[in-house]
């Protein structure tokens, strides 16, 4: 079965260290996307891809970087992680075109800064 | 710009009662909506979503949501819960694109 796959579930990380999430599909989906999911906020878009070698800056991207160089992957990179960065993040994919698709989310990674 | 705001982070019902979760849009034009559930430990999955056709929804798990343009709001209900629908629940619009805005959620407790 296609699924999505991020990697890894819990992480613990010192503040200023570089950290990669990692996000992996199988479904061919041209879209995938990036979420950070904090108490009171919901879940935030983070960066977003439409496809190989495209990404996007969404409501909440900095101290974030993603690059897309195949459709399977997007890996989501802390430069410099920052206390304010801990939370729970969620990758998703789409295969639409018009907005009126189903979201597929991986399990999520925790993250955590000291 | 589009956003949601769920009314009430924390619902509480008894099992076998009415499930009622509150949404509302802003958008300048007809959205895109969604409901999403969240079990403990997971990612979201997809309970139901409104594309412009019938303006009452039927989702998974016997829920529904009905597009109502007039008060700007799409509200989930379920006729009678389950314990089993114990969890989080999200509205999110979009516009046209997969790029979804999400509101705040609301953590759904169900009491036997």
């Known amino acids: 079965d296609a699924e999505i796959t991020q990697s890894p579930r819990h992480k613990i990380t010192e503040t200023g260290r570089q950290v990669t999430l990692a996000c992996h599909q199988t479904?061919?989906?041209?879209?995938m996307f990036w979420y950070r999911q904090d108490l009171g906020h919901g879940l935030r878009l983070i960066h977003y891809?439409?496809?190989?070698?495209?990404?996007n800056k969404g409501e909440v991207s900095d101290g974030y970087s993603v690059s897309r160089s195949n459709t399977e992957d997007l890996p989501l990179t802390l430069e410099s992680a920052a206390s304010s960065q801990t939370s729970v993040y969620f990758c998703a994919s789409s295969g639409s075109t018009g907005g009126n698709g189903e979201l597929f989310f991986g399990e999520g990674s925790r993250l955590t800064v000291l | 710009a589009q956003s949601v705001t769920q009314l009430g982070s924390h619902v509480s019902v008894s099992e076998g009662a009415l499930v009622l979760l509150r949404c509302n849009y802003s958008?300048?034009?007809?959205?895109?909506l969604f409901w999403y559930v969240q079990y403990p430990n997971q990612g979201l999955q997809l309970l139901l979503k409104y594309t412009s056709a019938a303006t009452l929804v039927k989702g998974i798990n016997g829920f529904e949501a009905e597009f109502k343009k007039s008060e700007t709001s799409f509200h989930l209900t379920k006729p009678s819960a389950h314990m089993s629908d114990a969890a989080e629940y999200f509205c999110a619009v979009s516009r046209g694109t997969d790029k979804l805005i999400f509101g705040t959620g609301t953590r759904l407790q169900v009491f036997p």
């Open positions: 958008s300048s034009v007809p959205p895109y």
């Open positions: 891809s439409y496809g190989v070698h495209d990404t």
């Open positions: 479904w061919n989906h041209n879209n």
